[in-house]
Structure formats: C-alpha cells, structure tokens
C-alpha cells in the first residue's frame, strides 16, 4: 500500500488530504472536509490530469505580438511537457478568434489547444 499526501485545489480551505492506494485502486482518503476533496483526491490518486496553458507567437498584427493558448481539455499529466513541446515552432496568424484551433491533437491526446484570446 501507498499512501499519496495532496493539498486539495477544488476550494479555498485547501485541505491536507492522504489518498491510500492499493493495487491502483483507492481504498481510503482522509483529511478532507468536502466531497469534492474527495473526488479530487480519487482522481489525483489515480489518473492525475492537467490543463495546460502556454502562449504563441501571432504574425500580421500590429497590436498583439503573443496570444495566450490553452488545451480545451485535461490532459495526462504524464503528457504534460510532450504537450508543450508541440508548441515549439507554432506561430498564428492574425486574425485570431478566441476557440480558434491552434494545435489539433496535442501530443496525440486526442485533445486541441486553441486560443484564449483575440488578436
């Protein structure tokens, strides 16, 4: 048995929680003071996801050199730098729309990382 110590992000309490896994299964979890610690600390405890945020270069605009990007999605947290390693070289250019796709199937995820502004 493993036990996995977390600080919960899913409310501002930021509870002190341990996730006893066994076999890749969870099979207690104590410290925290709301479901949703709870849900966060199962999730965490056995298939940990991220969003990940990141910036590009936009070409044709006068007035915004860099927008802002995101995965539309969570991703592995395994896959996190393989994600951002599919940025390297990626520009846009201008316009650009908030939603619009700028990395279709990031690292083979399955999941698209699009703009998070206009420009």
């Known amino acids: 048995m493993e036990t996995i110590h977390l600080t919960c992000i899913r409310c ?3 509870c002190q929680i341990d996730a006893v896994v066994d076999g890749g299964q969870v099979v207690s979890i104590t ?3 709301c479901k949703r610690g709870e849900v966060y600390a199962q999730a965490e405890a056995t ?3 991220r969003v990940v945020t990141s910036s590009v270069p936009v070409v044709g ?3 915004h050199h ?14 996190v730098f393989d994600v951002v390693a599919s940025l390297k070289g990626v520009t846009v250019t201008a316009p650009v729309a908030i939603g619009d796709v700028v990395v279709s199937d990031a690292a083979g995820t399955g999941v698209d990382i699009i703009a998070t502004r206009s420009a």
Do not use: E, L
């Open 12 to 14: 501002p309490r930021g």
């Open 31 to 33: 410290g925290n003071s």
């Open 47 to 49: 298939n940990p996801v």
């Open 61 to 63: 605009s006068a007035m």
């Open 66 to 79: 860099m927008v802002s990007v995101k995965t539309a999605g969570d991703v592995p947290k395994s896959k």
